[in-house]
């Protein structure tokens, strides 16, 4: 039986780079608003008018339970099909949010396993969360709202040491800051 051939986005979103073109972001469909995610935190965006406003944090607490990290590969910050899958998701969840609350920001985490030196693992952290960042942007989450930080190896989330475990901490993490208290 042959083997069905697949786009591979890599290849797409590398070959668009280097000719200057940009990746479209995804056009929305009433069918699958969020390609089957649905959740508390994606609830209720269209307000009817005389309700009360939403509360942010609470809004930025299941939200942040919801986004979904993007994994790596060994020494590498490209990113894969399932990463990519994964960028565009959260875009979705993050868009009615981001219009509902200009004010928050997202805040990108590259994240590195153990192996290598601390300040290599720092590099490779930033490579990695800014390539998220590249893919967040071309499924229309505004730069203004996306903030980038490294944590190299400094932040595992899981601390066996074998390649299942590993593979977790090879990531970029979203995690939606609460707005400052204001006095």
């Not at 697949?6 to 009433?30: L, Y």
């Not at 071309?138 to 475990?165: D, M, N, W």
Request: hydrophobic content about 35%; some cysteine; charged content about 25%.
């Amino acid at each position: 039986m042959p083997v069905p051939v697949v786009p591979d986005p890599i290849r797409e979103t590398s070959a668009r780079a280097s000719t200057g073109s940009a990746v479209e972001p995804p056009a929305a469909s009433p069918e699958r608003p969020n390609e089957g995610s649905h959740s508390a935190a994606t609830e209720g965006r269209a307000k009817p008018e005389g309700t009360a406003p939403r509360d942010v944090t609470v809004v930025v607490l299941e939200l942040n339970g919801e986004l979904k990290d993007a994994f790596f590969d060994y020494d590498r910050s490209a990113l894969s099909p399932d990463a990519i899958s994964a960028l565009r998701q959260d875009a979705a969840l993050l868009l009615p949010i981001l219009a509902e609350f200009p004010q928050l920001k997202v805040t990108i985490e590259g994240h590195c396993d153990e192996r290598g030196s601390a300040e290599y693992n720092l590099g490779l952290g930033d490579h990695r969360a800014g390539s998220a960042a590249e893919v967040l942007q071309r499924f229309g989450v505004p730069l203004a709202h996306l903030e980038i930080v490294s944590y190299g190896k400094e932040r595992p989330q899981c601390t066996e040491l074998k390649e299942s475990c590993w593979r977790l901490n090879r990531r970029a993490h979203l995690l939606i800051r609460p707005p400052a208290p204001t006095d």
